[in-house]
Structure formats: C-alpha cells, structure tokens
T-cell receptor, first 113, second 112 residues
Framework: DVKVTQSSRYLVKRTGEKVFLECVQD?????MFWYRQDPGLGLRLIYF???????EKGDIPEGYSVSREKKERFSLILESASTNQTSMYLC????????????FGPGTRLTVL | GQQLNQSPQSMFIQEGEDVSMNCTSS?????WLWYKQDPGEGPVLLIA?????ELTSNGRLTAQFGITRKDSFLNISASIPSDVGIYFC????????????FGDGTTLTVKP
C-alpha cells in the first residue's frame, strides 16, 4: 500500500516563526502536492512538484515556499507564519504512470497564534 | 484556473436513505475522480472515471462521467453511519501535468 506520512498531526506556532511541514511517500512517486483545506473552500493547491528539484506554483503560493531535494520528501515552508495561515495542510503524491489517483497524507492542522 | 461547482454543500440524512451529489465545470475534463475524507484523515479515492458517459459502481456507490465531459455525479445507496465524511469531486486534464481541480466538498451527516 502507498503510504504518505506527514511530520506532525497538530502544530502550534507563533506569528513570525519559520515553519517547516514535512511529507514523505514510500512509493517512488514522481509528483507531489501541497494543499490547504479550509471549511467551504475545498482543497486549494499551494505548490506542486513534478520531480526532484522541480516545482511549480499552485493557486495560492503567496507566503509559502517548497523544497524537494529527494524524490520521497516534499517540504512546505512558511517563511514567516501569519494567523491567516492557520489551516489544515494536506500532502499528496501521484505516479505519472497508470492511474490519475492522488494519495493523501493524514494532514497537519497548523494553528498560528 | 478551472472552477468546479460541487453541490450540495452539506446533507443531513437518515440512515438507509439514498444520497446524490454532483459537480459541474465550465470546461471539460478527461478524468473525473471522487474522493472521501473521513474525519481527521486525508481524502481517499472512491471511484475514477476515464471516459465520457462511463457509469461505474463500487459497492453502494455509483458515479457517472457526463457526456459533455463537464459534469459528474456520485450516488450512495442505503446510507450507513460510516458514510459520514466530506466527499470531493476532482477533474483532471491530461495536459495539466497531473494536477487535479477539486470541488469544495459535500459534507454528509447520517443520522442513525
């Protein structure tokens, strides 16, 4: 079974802190994604990575950056956390061969005080 | 970017009732996907549709890929309490490098 793990289920940070959210997948998938989920707004794509060291901005990249130095790991960075970044963050991965399904991690609920 | 309109936003039903939800888009997709998110977890794929007009079942779930390629519906028959969760539709274009456009979700509550 594909497994996508995220470093924390719950995280509380202060305004202005630098925050790292880590995501690891164990199925050698090429594509990885970071979404944020807010009530009534569905899943909004923050950043997308085609493959190692390759990234593309999603729909809401402002205030975020990403890093993908190894194929299995995709990190989301909040350079200076703000209260409006309080949200649920979901990581997903997908293979480029075969089906279009994305496999999601359990999510990290981030609260910025 | 492309927008998906998913409805209804929420549903409150009695156990045993059937459920229907749908997604519409202003532009076409090559693939429609339906995911379910249990409370406290990430979404999990329920059904994938790859061809216009395709009707696919997975147990009590049935989904269809609209003929125009701009819409899809998901039906759940004889709902049970474990059907509770958020259901997302997602559309994908082959030319969009693996990215999906997600609907806003339908939150389903099932009363025993």
């Amino acid at each position: 079974d594909v497994k996508v793990t995220q470093s924390s289920r719950y995280l509380v940070k202060r305004t202005g802190e630098k925050v790292f959210l880590e995501c690891v997948q164990d199925m050698d998938h090429e594509n990885m994604f970071w979404y944020r989920q807010d009530p009534g707004l569905g899943l909004r794509l923050i950043y997308f990575s085609y493959d190692v060291k390759m990234k593309e901005k999603g729909d809401i990249p402002e205030g975020y950056s990403v890093s993908r130095e190894k194929k299995e790991r995709f990190s989301l960075i909040l350079e200076s956390a703000s209260t409006n970044q309080t949200s649920m963050y979901l990581c997903a991965s997908r293979t480029t061969s075969g089906y279009n399904e994305q496999f999601f991690g359990p999510g990290t609920r981030l609260t910025v005080l | 970017g492309q927008q998906l309109n998913q409805s209804p936003q929420s549903m409150f039903i009695q156990e045993g009732e059937d459920v229907s939800m749908n997604c519409t888009s202003s532009s076409i997709f090559n693939t429609w996907l339906w995911y379910k998110q249990d409370p406290g977890e990430g979404p999990v794929l329920l059904i994938a549709l790859y061809k216009a007009g395709e009707l696919t079942s997975n147990g009590r779930l049935t989904a269809q890929f609209g003929i125009t390629r701009k819409d899809s519906f998901l039906n759940i028959s004889a709902s049970i309490p474990s059907d509770v969760g958020i259901y997302f539709c997602a559309g994908q274009l082959d030319t969009n490098a693996g990215k999906s456009t997600f609907g806003d979700g339908t939150t389903l509550t099932v009363k025993p």
